[in-house]
Structure formats: C-alpha cells, structure tokens
C-alpha cells in the first residue's frame, strides 16, 4: 500500500493571492493585532498553530477559547464572502484534480489531504475547484495544530486500519518538507517555494509523477482494461 497525501493551498488549490491577507484581517479584527505573515516565523505553520502563538503572546491563557472561536468565524466569513465576490480569485492548481482522480483509480494506494487551513475554508476551497473527499482520509487546523498531527490523522483517515509501506507528501512550503522528514515519508515539492530534488511546477505531467512514485506500471495497467 503506498499512501499519497496532499497538502492544499499551494499544491491543489491557488490560493495565494488572497488567503495569508484574509487570515491578517481576521487576526486584526478580533484580537487588534498586526501579526508577521511569514509563515517561517512560527512554531507551527497551520492556522490553530499560528493563532495559538499569538494568543499566548498577547492575550491571558482565560481568554484563549473564546477569541480563537471568534478569529475563526471571521476568517470563514471573510474567504467566504471574497470567493462570492471574485470567484475567479481561486483556481486548481494545474493537474490536480486529474491527479488525485487517476489515484483514486489504483487499487494499491490510498489518498489523504493534510491541510494546515482550517477545516470550512479548506472544503470550501477543494469545492470550488471541483476536487471532492468523500474518498480521500481528510484532516485539517481543525484537528490539530502542528503539521505531523494533521498529517497521522489524514493517514489514519486513509487507511482505515490498512498497513502501508511508503508515505509520499506533496507540499509547497518548508514546514511540509520538515513534517514530511520527521514522519519518513517521501516529500515532492509543488510550485517551486521550495528547493528539494523531487519537485514540480505543477500537477499537470501526471505520467511523470506516477512515474516517480513508482506506480506507472500499475497506472498504465489499469488504464489499458478500461
């Protein structure tokens, strides 16, 4: 079994143009405070992660839960009504869906998204682009706040109790790539944000990435009894 999880904003869903400023607003609005969005600059790079930061450096520990519900709802409102106003604003990345779609179609690999967003935004992104989760183990910022947290859920989600040999995890950022070494699995780079042998500017050349993860044959196989 070889498991194939993705993270989203930057490696399914382009998502840059607006999500980090939404995620600032959000922060400024509630808690009145302008936060760094270099990401690289926190403990853990998910929205819990950061939020959490910042609450404990700004706010008393009695107040934590209350406000965080309250940045929460706003940023969900706030990327709600953006993709509302310009739809346009959000788009697949190139070749995703097809991607996860044909490895949905192999027998020995199990799909996961791990995303650092928080659950109703990264939904709402994946519908927009048309890439559903009924099929796919789906865990998010919603969960838990560090990388390697939401990434064994998505796994546990995955597998249903199934056994796996190999681990493959797309990503755009360095938190990905430092998440992916920590839990052993293979790390392929997506949009070029990060220096790493194995890397993409895109999901479109799907042979290719088959290819790569070793599952070409079982691809092509497939595909010639359809």
């Given at each position: 079994?070889?498991?194939?999880?993705?993270?989203?904003?930057g490696?399914?869903?382009?998502?840059?143009?607006?999500d980090a400023?939404?995620?600032?607003?959000?922060?400024r609005?509630?808690l009145?405070v302008d936060?760094d969005s270099?990401?690289?600059s926190?403990e853990h790079?998910?929205?819990?992660?950061?939020?959490?930061?910042?609450l404990?450096e700004?706010?008393p520990?009695?107040e934590h839960?209350?406000?965080?519900?309250?940045v929460?709802?706003?940023?969900?409102?706030?990327?709600?009504?953006?993709?509302?106003?310009?739809?346009?604003a959000?788009r697949?990345?190139?070749g995703a869906?097809?991607?996860v779609?044909?490895l949905?179609?192999?027998?020995n690999?199990?799909?996961?998204?791990a995303t650092g967003g928080?659950?109703?935004t990264a939904?709402?992104?994946?519908?927009?682009v048309?890439?559903?989760?009924e099929?796919i183990g789906?865990a998010?910022s919603t969960?838990?706040s560090?990388?390697?947290?939401i990434?064994?859920?998505?796994a546990q989600r995955?597998?249903?109790?199934?056994?796996?040999?190999?681990?493959?995890?797309f990503?755009?950022g360095a938190?990905d790539q430092r998440?992916?070494a920590?839990l052993g699995?293979?790390?392929?780079?997506?949009?070029?944000?990060?220096?790493?042998?194995?890397?993409y500017a895109?999901?479109?050349?799907?042979?290719?990435?088959?290819s790569?993860?070793e599952?070409?044959?079982?691809?092509l196989a497939r595909?010639?009894?359809r």
């Amino acid at each position: 079994m070889h498991l194939v999880m993705f993270d989203i904003d930057g490696t399914l869903v382009d998502s840059a143009g607006f999500d980090a400023k939404l995620y600032v607003e959000a922060v400024r609005g509630v808690l009145n405070v302008d936060i760094d969005s270099d990401w690289n600059s926190y403990e853990h790079v998910s929205d819990s992660g950061i939020l959490e930061q910042v609450l404990r450096e700004t706010r008393p520990a009695s107040e934590h839960a209350t406000l965080a519900a309250r940045v929460q709802e706003r940023f969900v409102a706030l990327v709600g009504d953006h993709l509302r106003r310009a739809p346009g604003a959000i788009r697949e990345i190139a070749g995703a869906k097809r991607l996860v779609e044909r490895l949905f179609r192999l027998p020995n690999v199990r799909v996961g998204i791990a995303t650092g967003g928080w659950e109703p935004t990264a939904k709402l992104k994946l519908a927009h682009v048309g890439i559903g989760i009924e099929r796919i183990g789906f865990a998010s910022s919603t969960d838990a706040s560090t990388r390697t947290d939401i990434m064994r859920l998505a796994a546990q989600r995955a597998l249903h109790g199934a056994a796996y040999a190999r681990a493959t995890y797309f990503g755009d950022g360095a938190w990905d790539q430092r998440a992916s070494a920590e839990l052993g699995y293979d790390f392929v780079a997506v949009g070029g944000g990060v220096s790493h042998p194995i890397a993409y500017a895109d999901l479109r050349d799907a042979d290719a990435i088959l290819s790569r993860l070793e599952l070409a044959d079982v691809a092509l196989a497939r595909e010639a009894r359809r």
